[in-house]
């Protein structure tokens, strides 16, 4: 029997004000494997503990990302027209993620880190020419499409329309980022592009133009490398590099931005925060403890190939299977007192980057630098930062975001 705290979790508008925290709690404490109906779908199982969402991710024999990883239904044909190796099992995942891997390895964007310092002084300098502003607009959105930008080689001059066609993406479900909003649209609207955007139909056409060296990429960036190796073994087709440019861009723009958008939240609420920061006693952990926090993919799917248990739960083959990250991340069994930030949490087994799975994500690094370089860039330059109001949040179940965060600072 669901008590009062329980929404919908199919429905974007449960998560218009924020994660729906109290929901996942009690679906954690009382059925932790709970069968969730969906308003237009066939249902859901949702795994909210820790240890199921790590035992679920662990065995991708059995929980396939192969039939999609949102929670939407798509048919084959739809499938096959949008997938990207994040949409496939091992061993044909493996040869996409063994060619990208060293891009985005430690030690590659570890010789981003001056490049990345550079970059978030002169962000967080320009932001201070006023004391009171939007920190999510003026701080966390600028870093991430910049770097994501230098590392696959795109033209700086491009990335202010890439973030808006990223926010478009990804924030599919929200009209302040689409006026095509994915759980409005016609039954059949779009539904062979990428997050079912039309954004994606651009993006298509810029990775088009990049295949054309119709824009010009640098030859040193990621786009330049798989395009190479593509030449000498076709790894990608054509349709599946412009789905892979989409995927790039939705996944290195706004989770990135979120985390440090959640950081900005929780340092402008808890000035201890800051002062705890300027000690530079924390920096090994504190950027992981605001990605757990900030969970900024609440979810990925998987689906079933056979009949299996899961904790409580029976499963059938081909049901949708979600690994609720959001809820792993405030496991009181794993984390103690899980709603808190404690900057020295370590160890700190948060599965916000997939951990555990073989698609863990790729930009683990770089998101951590990122977070990590602005912080000690702004924590360096301001005495106290305050919010002003309450944030705005990303109306989708997918992704949790503070979309707004108004602040007064001291310098
Ligand atoms: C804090 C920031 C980020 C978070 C929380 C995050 C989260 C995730 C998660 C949970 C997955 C696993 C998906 C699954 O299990 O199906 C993933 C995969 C991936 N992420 Fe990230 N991500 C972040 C930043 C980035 C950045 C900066 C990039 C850079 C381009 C990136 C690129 C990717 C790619 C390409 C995959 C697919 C990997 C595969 O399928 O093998 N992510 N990410």
Known sequence: MLNKDYVDLSDHDSFKNGVP?????????????????????????????????????????????????????????????RRTFQETD??????????????FSQKAISSYENMIRELAELIVIKSLKSLEFDAVELIAKQLPMMMLGRILGLPDSDLE????????????????????????????QYRFMPFRSPAAIELYDYAEKIMQKKITIHPNGVLSKVLDSNKDQKIMENHEFKNFFCLLIAAGNDTTRYSIAMALYLIANNPKLLSDLKTNDHWDTAPDEFIRLASPTMYFRRTATCDTALGNAEIKKNDKVILWFVSGNRDKSVFRNPHQAILSRNPNPHVSFGQGGVHFCLGIWLARMEVKVLLQELSKKIQSIKALDEPTWTRSNFICGVKSLNVRINT
């Open 90 to 103: 091992p061993p044909e995942h493996r040869i996409t993620r063994k060619m990208l891997a060293p891009a």
């Open 161 to 188: 329309w890439l973030i808006k066609k990223g926010d478009a993406l990804i924030g599919n479900s929200d009209p302040e980022f689409t006026n095509d909003i994915v759980d409005k649209l016609e039954k059949n």
């Open 21 to 81: 925290h109290q929901t996942f709690e009690w679906l954690r404490e009382n059925d932790p494997v709970h069968w969730t109906k969906e308003k237009n779908g066939r249902g859901f199982w949702s795994v909210t503990c820790h240890k199921d969402i790590l035992s679920a991710n662990g065995n991708n024999s059995v929980f396939s990302s192969a039939k999609g990883i949102r929670i939407e239904d798509q048919t084959r044909e739809e499938y096959l027209a």
